[in-house]
């Protein structure tokens, strides 16, 4: 059977309705697909204590999360995804990469040009046709 895996993602955007993108290195799984950052939430946590835990220490930054965007369920070849977004905004700090190959920040209009992880593209999907 395969592994379920319930992940959280932070889509944070700043003033100029940017978003904050993260490239997978080669050596991490799903290598080389685009992600909103964040990561696997552990047991007795909520999603957004997930999502706080998984920015500082994948960005060293801290976020503050919103409103929820996606709650999608996609099947790899391997295991089964369940990705949560947020919504989310900086507080303190400016991320940088510690595990990601590239981070980028893209206009709103063009995350499609990023190569997404495919349990993404709802998400990125309805990022892109707000207002
Ligand atoms: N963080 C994040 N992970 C995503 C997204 N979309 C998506 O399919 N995933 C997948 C990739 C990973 O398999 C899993 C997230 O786990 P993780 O971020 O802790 O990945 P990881 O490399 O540490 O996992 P592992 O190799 O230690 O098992 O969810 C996304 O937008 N953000």
Redesign the pocket.
């Known amino acids: 059977m395969k592994k379920n895996?319930h992940?959280?993602?932070a889509i944070i955007e700043n003033e100029r309705q940017e978003i904050f993108c993260?490239l997978?290195s080669p050596d991490?799984?799903?290598a080389n697909?685009w992600?909103?950052?964040?990561?696997?939430i552990e047991v007795g946590e909520t999603p957004e204590q997930a999502l706080t835990r998984?920015i500082t220490e994948?960005f060293n930054c801290s976020i503050k999360v919103g409103e929820k965007v996606e709650d999608t369920t996609?099947e790899?070849e391997k295991?089964i995804?369940r990705?949560e977004?947020y919504k989310a905004r900086l507080l303190k700090g400016i991320p940088v990469a510690i595990?990601h190959a590239e981070t980028r920040w893209v206009p709103r209009k063009e995350l499609f040009e990023l190569n997404?992880?495919?349990?993404?593209i709802p998400?990125v999907e309805k990022i892109m046709n707000e207002k």
């Not at 992600?35 to 696997?40: A, I, L, Q, V």
């Not at 997404?116 to 993404?120: L, M, N």
């Open positions: 895996v992940v959280v993602g993260a997978r991490m799984t799903l697909y992600e909103f950052p964040g990561g696997k998984e994948e996609y790899y295991f995804v990705l977004t595990e997404f992880a495919p349990a993404d998400a």
